[in-house]
């Protein structure tokens, strides 16, 4: 790919998803794309370029912008949050909640819906707890296409194995041939829908906690203020954001603070406190 092509489509997925692709990226256009560019009858990723400049094709554009945003997820990933959720956050909310009996969760760029199933199952082992309650978990993404296979609740075994506890996998999933579906009552907590995290979320409604995890990494730094700032605006003023390990809200955001001792949680200034984490795990 001439550098010409490259500075097209990473212009074009800068504006459509806020994703920034650099030159060592390049390896990454071509596996993810080259797939693409043989399905419309193209034999190289510039003959692809030229007929996206000529055509304007916009299911080109989507296919194109969705097949690069697509990223890896896997069940209770970093399982540190999780434990987080379970031990302190859950707690609070049951308390803060009370007399509303209502929580309700985001799980922004949910990929192909590991993290939301994660925050069923937890919950549903809650369930003695949350008897009453009314829990929403709306689940987004930008592609519709990964937005079906998570509706579908249809795992490899490979996938399954990646952070599930075995006594969940038997409980919340059926085998079905070499594929394992999750349980229906599980896939009915889920709202799933699309949404790009450029576009503005008032739609969505508040939140009590928003799981935005390993997704600012690939924004710019003016793009991730942005979304840092809609996000607090959905958030509720004692709600919890929760981001990935190898980001943050310092240097980005004047809205959100990190919650003392509980790495990788934030929230509104002034914010609600939370304990250190209890040593009881999520799951073992």
Aim: with cysteine; proline share 6%; hydrophobic share 40%.
């Amino acid at each position: 790919m001439n550098n010409t092509d490259f500075d097209y489509i990473c212009q074009l997925l800068k504006e459509r998803s806020g994703l920034i692709v650099t030159r060592d990226k390049t390896y990454l256009l071509e596996s993810r794309l080259l797939p693409l560019a043989r399905k419309w009858g193209y034999k190289t990723l510039d003959e692809l370029v030229a007929g996206m400049r000529s055509k304007r094709d916009t299911e080109q554009v989507r296919e194109v912008v969705e097949a690069m945003t697509t990223n890896e997820s896997f069940f209770f990933r970093d399982i540190k949050p999780f434990d987080q959720f379970k031990n302190l956050v859950l707690p609070y909310l049951l308390t803060a909640r009370a007399q509303a009996k209502s929580i309700r969760i985001w799980s922004a760029a949910c990929s192909s819906g590991q993290e939301p199933y994660s925050l069923a199952m937890l919950l549903s082992e809650q369930a003695e707890k949350l008897r009453g309650w009314r829990i929403e978990i709306i689940a987004t993404d930008l592609s519709n296409d990964i937005l079906d296979k998570a509706k579908a609740g249809f795992y490899t075994q490979f996938e399954v194995q990646r952070g599930l506890p075995i006594q969940l996998l038997m409980k919340y999933f059926q085998q079905q041939g070499d594929r394992w579906q999750i349980n229906p009552a599980l896939k009915k907590m889920i709202d799933y829908r699309p949404f790009n995290l450029l576009d503005e979320p008032t739609a969505l409604g508040r939140f009590d906690v928003i799981f935005c995890r390993n997704v600012l990494i690939y924004f710019d730094q003016p793009t991730k203020s942005v979304v840092l700032d809609r996000l607090a605006r959905q958030m509720a003023p004692d709600a919890f954001l929760y981001l990935g390990g190898a980001e943050t809200v310092l240097g980005l955001s004047t809205k959100l603070q990190p919650v003392p001792e509980n790495r990788g949680i934030y929230s509104q200034i002034p914010g609600p406190t939370l304990p250190g984490l209890a040593a009881k795990p999520a799951f073992k």
